[in-house]
């Protein structure tokens, strides 16, 4: 069973009419009827096929991709988009060749010359600067020649920082070998207008032996009207586009140059060099330019189509790719419930209960619904920001049977649809609305939620203590027990793998819980305590250091701490146990809404967690008196047995409590987090819905055991 991610724990936005967890009934109860729905199902809003965004920028979402790689193992159609939406296929790729598609805009060219190796090691330098090249290519004065690129830019402004920047990086490196740089832009001469590709492919050739970058587009026409056309030159403003004129006529004196409309719209096709293939490998790459201009792209016959730049996701249906907001769109279009099959796919497992499967049908399908053309040019994006979707890859069959089951049903209230929210888990109680966004809606109520199926099964991780104070989390599988203990009753083990990481807390994670430090065969430490591997149930988080907290919660107090932050304590918690108030140094924090709590404390699960001080402790001295100790307390001394009292200076210290359980105490504070859930808490839990099914719940009773008074509507 692969590990869920949080689905849409990244929403922080309630909108009226959202339908979430209410009570929840016992394994043996009967259940309710459904209501009647008060929303006439003729007035619901049906979807025959949904526009899916892979990348766009509204403004509010924003994820981009200067071009992207398409591949079929049954070969691409090019189609042009008119305004109507009807598709006229325009060009073809054969079998598995892959083509690259950008927008027409401004570039930066770096470097052009015929040798490939150089094009490939700027590529190289270009690329462990974070940037994305192409290389064009193009027949010059009979040979090839290859293109450095950076682009494209909705301005000639916006190139030409891009080239000041990337020309000094591959300058100091003497990669551009006397090459001058310049912007390149989308203005062009059309050279002639032809009924068929082939013979504009011939005036391309020919403009191309003169010296001149020219390429085979296809212009809207009225019908019957040629369409292909041959542009020549890529100026970037009106001045460059007049030299190229003049110099193009001296050249090509038969060559018949007229402006090119500027409100036409086509599909220009160049060359690239794809330097990613062994060897590097020609391929053709399509740019959509002139206004409105929208490109279909198909896969031959019943296949989907692969965008490299996107996890290297395969999809059926078209992909659209246009200009929006001066960046590429690049948007999938496929029929609604084969959408749903694929977001089942993505959010839950092929393992998992039907029932489980057809509830999250039925919250994926009002959800998508509900959201009406968000994204202006989508009506949903591919990300957790609305609902995970990874495209024909990710399809599982008993996902379309929940789909099929649940064909045309959706959630709905005396508003019409809900919009559902759903995550991963609720930690074993769905959260009350009051205690997520701080505003009280009637139907978003705590209930009981049986998640715990999250962390049966994960591995068992020791908190070590090596000689040398080091301390940390290590997997239980390369660590063995030894046999002996220490004075103080606690056991020995000895690392059984070389270069075994130890880490803060115990799960792997190298970017968010890297290594503390590694232990090799034979080496020995002392085991303090166990914990199972963090999971969407039940997590540890940390330790985080004090001091770099205090800028986060500094941001969220109303007077800033000028000192050290020497105490973080929850003072206020909700019905389901959530945090909904934090106080620091005894000052209330006051984000904007309680589930921001998350993000402020390094983007913790859930709300429903406690905390650890590292540097707060209680001692019970003689005479059984009592002692709190806080790094702002006074040191303290030990005695053992009948020697002279010493006065502990180390940063860490290691105390044994009644029950003999050994904790660690830091000098300074340190916070460490468990809790359990993974998500906001509203509405469905994925793997409650789980839980539930196996209980012996149908999807109905799921549904309305984590969305309370609504109906369960066809369309």
Request: proline share 5%; charged share 20%; aromatic share 8%.
């Amino acid at each position: 069973m692969r590990k869920l991610r949080p689905s849409l724990g990244s929403m922080y936005k309630i909108i009226a009419g959202i339908c979430i967890a209410g009570a929840g009934w016992g394994a043996s109860a009967t259940i309710p009827e459904l209501n009647q729905p008060a929303y006439a199902a003729a007035a619901l809003p049906k979807l025959d096929s949904i526009r899916v965004a892979l990348f766009v920028d509204t403004g509010k979402y924003n994820v981009t991709a200067s071009y992207v790689t398409l591949s079929s193992d049954q070969g691409l159609n090019i189609a042009y988009r008119g305004a109507a939406g009807a598709d006229k296929p325009v060009f073809a790729v054969d079998g598995k060749t892959p083509a690259a598609v950008s927008l027409d805009g401004y570039r930066a060219l770096l470097w052009e010359g015929s040798d490939a190796a150089s094009a490939k090691a700027l590529v190289d330098k270009l690329t462990a600067s974070n940037e994305s090249p192409v290389v064009l290519a193009a027949s010059k004065l009979g040979q090839t020649v290859y293109q450095v690129t950076l682009g494209p830019y909705a301005t000639k402004e916006a190139a030409a920082a891009a080239l000041s920047k990337a020309s000094a990086d591959a300058a100091a490196g003497g990669a551009l070998k006397g090459f001058a740089p310049s912007v390149k832009g989308p203005l062009h001469w059309n050279a002639g207008v032809y009924a068929s590709e082939a013979e504009a492919d011939a005036q391309a050739a020919a403009v191309g032996a003169a010296g001149f970058d020219a390429g085979v587009a296809y212009i809207a026409a009225g019908a019957g009207a040629p369409a292909y056309a041959v542009l020549a030159g890529a100026a970037a403003d009106e001045k460059e586009l007049a030299a190229v004129k003049q110099q193009l006529s001296s050249s090509l004196p038969s060559a018949v140059l007229q402006p090119l409309d500027a409100s036409a719209a086509y599909i220009l096709k160049r060359n690239q060099l794809d330097v990613t293939s062994q060897p590097p490998a020609p391929m053709p790459h399509y740019m959509a330019g002139g206004a409105g201009a929208k490109l279909a792209v198909t896969a031959g016959g019943q296949g989907t189509v692969t965008v490299k730049e996107r996890f290297g996701r395969a999809y059926r249906g078209a992909l659209e790719i246009s200009p929006y907001n001066g960046k590429l769109a690049v948007i999938n279009e496929l029929p609604f419930e084969q959408y749903l099959v694929s977001v089942i796919s993505s959010e839950l497992s092929k393992d998992w209960p039907k029932e489980a499967l057809k509830a999250q049908a039925v919250a994926a399908r009002t959800y998508a619904l509900k959201q009406g053309m968000k994204y202006a040019i989508a009506h949903v994006s591919d990300s957790t920001q609305d609902q995970a979707y990874q495209g024909a890859g990710a399809e599982f069959a008993a996902a379309a049977e929940a789909v099929q089951a649940t064909t045309g049903e959706v959630l709905t209230d005396k508003s019409g649809l809900i919009e559902p929210l759903f995550y991963s888990n609720a930690g074993g109680m769905t959260a009350d609305s009051s205690e997520v966004w701080g505003n009280k809606v009637d139907y978003l109520k705590s209930a009981p939620s049986p998640d715990d199926g999250a962390e049966k099964g994960k591995a068992i991780w020791y908190l070590i203590v090596l000689p040398n104070g080091q301390s940390g989390y290590i997997h239980s599988d390369y660590a063995r027990d030894t046999g002996q203990k220490n004075a103080a009753g606690l056991p020995y083990y000895e690392s059984n793998g070389t270069g075994v990481s130890v880490r803060p807390a115990p799960y792997v994670d190298n970017a968010a819980n890297p290594a503390s430090f590694k232990v090799d065969i034979g080496d020995r430490f002392v085991v303090i305590d166990q914990a199972v591997e963090s999971n969407a149930y039940s997590w540890i988080r940390g330790p985080f250091d004090a001091s770099k907290l205090k800028d986060k919660v500094n941001s969220v107090l109303p007077k800033p701490i000028a000192g050290s932050l020497d105490q973080l304590e929850v003072s206020k918690r909700g019905e389901s146990g959530r945090v909904i108030e934090m106080a620091a140094n005894g000052q209330v924090m006051k984000p904007a809404y309680p589930d921001a709590y998350r993000t402020l404390l390094n983007n913790l699960p859930s709300t429903r967690f406690d905390i650890e001080d590292t540097g707060r402790y209680t001692i019970l001295g003689a005479g059984n008196t009592v002692r709190s100790q806080s790094p702002a307390s006074p040191g303290i001394y030990v005695a053992s047995g009948s020697d002279k009292p010493q006065q502990q200076t180390a940063a860490q210290l290691f105390i044994m409590n009644g029950d003999n359980k050994a904790r660690l105490k830091d000098k300074q504070s340190r916070y460490i987090f468990k809790g359990t859930g993974y998500g906001h808490g509203l509405g469905l839990s994925q793997w409650g819905a789980k839980g539930y099914a196996e209980l012996g719940y149908d999807y109905k009773k799921i549904l309305q055991t984590y969305y309370v008074g609504v109906s369960i509507t066809k369309e």
